[in-house]
């Protein structure tokens, strides 16, 4: 069965390092999604790609990038975390064209900024 | 910029009664969708019903439903029957028709007595 998943589920880091979360896919997507969600927000859009090299910014982007250099992987690299940044975090993906597009969400990697 | 309002932090309800949760949204576009996704303790985002706007007809998947309001901006979830497994967090969320990415609300815990 395809499947989205995501490591690692949980992460303790220090503040200052450098950080990546893996995202893997095999549902064929083209668009793929990162979200953090924080008490009193909901989810909130980081960063997203409809396509191999295409990256975009999401509401949220200060301070994460991503690439896209295959259709299956959106790592998500913290460049320095700080402890703003501790979150959980999910990646999602959806199919191209018209229709409902739903997003399929991976489980959620648990990230500690200490 | 597309709000998704979830007025309500959390309710509770009866097993076996019906509950309601409130969503509000925001848009100048014409053409979008709407979900509701299910949180519960493990993390993992489940989709629990989605509309289409250009549909009249209010969106039923088995217990729950939908009161789409479509003027009024309002997207409302009905659980009917309640049972001790939708307890869980309850997270509306819109999407362009033309777009992929998700604006969800900030979220509401449902909590059900037994």
């Known amino acids: 069965d395809a499947e989205i998943t995501q490591s690692p589920r949980h992460k303790i880091t220090e503040t200052g390092r450098q950080v990546t979360l893996a995202c893997h896919q095999t549902?064929?997507?083209?668009?793929m999604f990162w979200y953090r969600q924080d008490l009193g927000h909901g989810l909130r859009l980081i960063h997203y790609?409809?396509?191999?090299?295409?990256?975009n910014k999401g509401e949220v982007s200060d301070g994460y990038s991503v690439s896209r250099s295959n259709t299956e992987d959106l790592p998500l690299t913290l460049e320095s975390a700080a402890s703003s940044q501790t979150s959980v975090y999910f990646c999602a993906s959806s199919g191209r064209g018209q229709g409902i597009r739903e997003q399929f969400f991976g489980p959620g990697t648990r990230l500690t900024v200490l | 910029a597309q709000t998704v309002t979830q007025s309500q932090p959390e309710m509770s309800v009866q097993e076996a009664e019906t509950v309601t949760l409130s969503c509000t949204y925001d848009t100048s576009e014409s053409d979008y969708y709407l979900f509701w996704y299910k949180q519960p303790p493990s993390r993992q985002m489940i989709l629990v019903i989605r509309?289409?706007?250009?549909?009249?007809q209010n969106a039923t998947e088995n217990r729950f439903s939908v009161n789409f309001q479509k003027a009024a901006k309002s997207f409302s979830l009905k659980i009917s029957d309640s049972q001790l497994g939708d307890a869980a967090m309850y997270f509306c969320?819109?999407?362009?028709?033309?777009?992929?990415?998700?604006?969800f609300g900030k979220g509401i815990t449902l909590s059900v007595r037994p």
């Open positions: 509309q289409e706007a250009y549909k009249q």
């Open positions: 790609s409809y396509g191999v090299q295409d990256t």
């Open positions: 549902w064929n997507h083209n668009n």
């Open positions: 969320a819109w999407r362009a028709g033309a777009n992929s990415k998700l604006t």
